[in-house]
């Protein structure tokens, strides 16, 4: 079994008639990544049991949370989506982002190894939308 077939969010996005997968790699160390298009859409995600940075590439603008509906999404936006969070999404327009996927046993090896912290110190906050203007361009030759 590929590790991308026991990884929810990105079951979620292959389900769906809207979504479509432009990319995909396992990366090893269990890392996986995938580039996704998407339009009129609605995704909702079910305590998955890895964590998935999302960044925003192009479009987005209609994007929101159900819970959040006046944050919406645009491109260099990211969202931290940690092991066994909840969240249901609107996807008005298009949009195409880029996904990375992991493990908390990746995530505490990372803490240990990257930054010599002990896992149990550091956490994974969830996060909607944070800014990061350069990102895209940073990310554009790996999607192109």
Same mark, same amino acid.
């Given at each position: 079994?590929?590790?991308?077939?026991?990884?929810?969010?990105?079951?979620? %996005?292959?389900?769906? $008639?809207?979504?479509?997968?432009?990319?995909?790699?396992?990366? /090893? !160390?269990?890392?996986? #990544?995938? +580039?996704?298009?998407?339009?009129?859409?609605?995704?909702?995600?079910?305590?998955?049991?890895?964590?998935?940075?999302?960044?925003?590439?192009?479009?987005?603008?209609?994007?929101?949370?159900?819970?959040?509906?006046?944050?919406?999404?645009?491109?260099?936006? %990211?969202?931290?989506? $940690?092991?066994?969070?909840?969240?249901?999404?609107?996807?008005? /327009? !298009?949009?195409?982002? #880029?996904? +990375?996927?992991?493990?908390?046993?990746?995530?505490?090896?990372?803490?240990?190894?990257?930054?010599?912290?002990?896992?149990?110190?550091?956490?994974?906050?969830?996060?909607?939308?944070?800014?990061?203007?350069?990102?895209?361009?940073?990310?554009?030759?790996?999607?192109?």
């Amino acid at each position: 079994m590929h590790a991308l077939d026991t990884l929810q969010v990105f079951q979620a %996005l292959n389900r769906s $008639p809207n979504a479509r997968l432009e990319h995909s790699a396992e990366l /090893g !160390d269990g890392l996986s #990544a995938a +580039l996704w298009s998407n339009h009129h859409d609605a995704q909702e995600y079910e305590a998955p049991s890895h964590h998935t940075l999302s960044c925003y590439l192009a479009g987005g603008t209609g994007t929101f949370r159900r819970d959040q509906p006046g944050s919406k999404g645009g491109p260099g936006k %990211l969202c931290i989506l $940690p092991a066994e969070h909840q969240s249901a999404w609107v996807i008005n /327009g !298009d949009i195409r982002l #880029a996904h +990375l996927y992991f493990s908390p046993e990746q995530f505490a090896l990372g803490c240990v190894t990257l930054l010599d912290r002990e896992p149990r110190e550091l956490q994974l906050r969830e996060s909607t939308f944070l800014d990061d203007p350069s990102r895209p361009s940073a990310l554009r030759s790996w999607s192109a």
